[in-house]
């Protein structure tokens, strides 16, 4: 078996991070004081397929490696969060569980946000991450599917992360998942799905909930999910395109402290002191004498549900937290010391059902099958960034007219750093390099 460092090492080379949300980078999870490794296959977000897929297509594949993570820094146990409503992936699942007798499955519902790791870590074992806290205090590590996709192609093919599974939904013709070379760009995914079926489109990327809007010259990184399709009237994009001033004013007319925001909050249900209800009265009032429920705002998952799903005014609430919250980091202040308060009771009976929520959002017409489809995707150029990941960005090691071959290493990490390295997605030349990304044109 893999020992833990020749796993981090592996790991870092190959330029592997979460492939999903901030992308932190996935050596510094590989952490002996990790008694419990759970799969991510919660599928968060609404009109999301990818991970579903990839885990049916690649089960054995995925658990074979699960087995060799744990086993490298010494886990008791491998739980795989999958919602039961995935009938064919869990399928996929129990019929290798012979194989590996470390491995169990657990049964997530459909609700949102599942995916949430403090969420998830809780459906599945009880625990509780602390606020403020990260899983490893409490002896877990959460990696989702294609993030152990990518180690278990690094480990068994040295391949390092070039590509990315991609669900392409909403106003196409021909909703699907793609796999797809880092660095292309948005508009040249999008029509992999045929032709875009409404008149103004509006492009979102990632899920409904906390993807964002973004323009079709955007670049497919390594945390992208999702390209969304969606009409520039729909409900999902008034609501990402609100002004925050604006928002602001809407809340101290209209906020009546009915505390659903509140009350439906999963990191609140949890026990963590985030109270959105308590942060919009005070922001809105104007008052300063309480600063906690500003300092709380750090506590925030910023899920969204508070504005996308709770509100019955149709506030914003997590916008504004979010700004706040990046306000306070502005300036140096540093998340409080936060005392664990116990889940609440009512939490079983407040989890959000996701039928419900694609219903609130007007997004039902469009949860329909979006197929894998894993055959070669052309490109004529890619843009691949030097910052995919939380961490240092890389440093280019190419130089403009440097003919390189995929899966070749263009960035390098930065040493004594969080960093990962890049590499090339296509055979191509090097066009350009800035301080952002390096430019390939594809050799023809």
């Not at 439906?264 to 308590?278: A, F, Y």
Request: with cysteine; net charge positive; charged share 20%.
């Amino acid at each position: 078996m893999i020992e833990m460092n020749e796993l981090i090492s592996i790991v870092k080379e190959n330029g592997i991070c979460g492939a999903g949300g901030a992308g932190f980078p996935s050596y510094g999870k590989i952490d002996s004081r990790a008694k419990t490794i759970i799969l991510n296959c919660a599928e968060c977000e609404p009109l999301l397929r990818l991970h579903r897929q990839v885990l049916e297509t690649y089960a054995y594949e995925i658990m074979q490696t699960l087995t060799q993570i744990a086993s490298a820094v010494g886990a008791k146990e491998v739980i795989i969060g999958v919602k039961e409503a995935y009938t064919q992936t869990v399928e996929a699942v129990q019929a290798h569980l012979h194989s590996f007798p470390m491995i169990s499955i657990g049964l997530l519902p459909e609700m949102y946000p599942a995916g949430d790791e403090v969420v998830m870590i809780h459906e599945l074992t009880g625990k509780v991450v602390p606020p403020g806290s990260i899983p490893i205090q409490v002896g877990v590590a959460v990696f989702n599917v294609e993030t152990v996709y990518n180690i278990y192609q690094a480990i068994q093919n040295g391949k390092p992360v070039t590509h990315k599974f991609i669900t392409i939904t909403g106003e196409v013709e021909k909703p699907c998942t793609r796999y797809v070379p880092i660095g292309m760009s948005v508009a040249d995914v999008v029509a992999l799905a045929g032709n875009v079926t409404t008149e103004h489109p509006v492009y979102i990327m990632g899920g409904p909930m906390t993807g964002n809007i973004c323009t079709k010259y955007e670049l497919i990184t390594k945390t992208s999910n999702a390209i969304i399709v969606l009409p520039e009237s729909h409900l999902v994009v008034q609501k990402k395109r609100r002004n925050h001033q604006i928002s602001m004013k809407r809340a101290m007319a209209s906020c009546c402290q009915c505390e659903m925001c509140t009350d439906l909050c999963p990191r609140n249900l949890l026990g963590h002191p985030i109270e959105p209800h308590l942060f919009m009265r005070a922001a809105t009032s104007g008052t300063t004498k309480d600063i906690g429920p500003f300092l709380n705002t750090f506590f925030c998952s910023s899920c969204g549900l508070c504005e996308m799903y709770s509100c019955n005014q149709g506030l914003s609430p997590r916008s504004l937290i979010a700004e706040y919250k990046a306000g306070l980091r502005a300036n140096g202040v540093k998340p409080p010391q936060a005392e664990q308060t116990p889940v609440k009771r009512q939490r079983s009976m407040r989890k959000v059902p996701i039928a419900r929520l694609r219903a609130r959002l007007g997004l039902e017409q469009y949860n329909v099958n979006a197929p894998l489809d894993e055959s070669t995707v052309e490109t004529k150029q890619v843009r691949i960034k030097l910052s995919q990941h939380i961490g240092a960005p890389a440093v280019a090691i190419v130089a403009v007219g440097d003919t390189v071959k995929k899966g070749q290493k263009i960035g390098e990490a930065v040493e004594q750093a969080l960093s990962l390295p890049v590499h090339a997605s296509v055979d191509g030349v090097v066009a350009e390099i800035n301080d952002r990304e390096i430019f390939i044109r594809v050799a023809k």
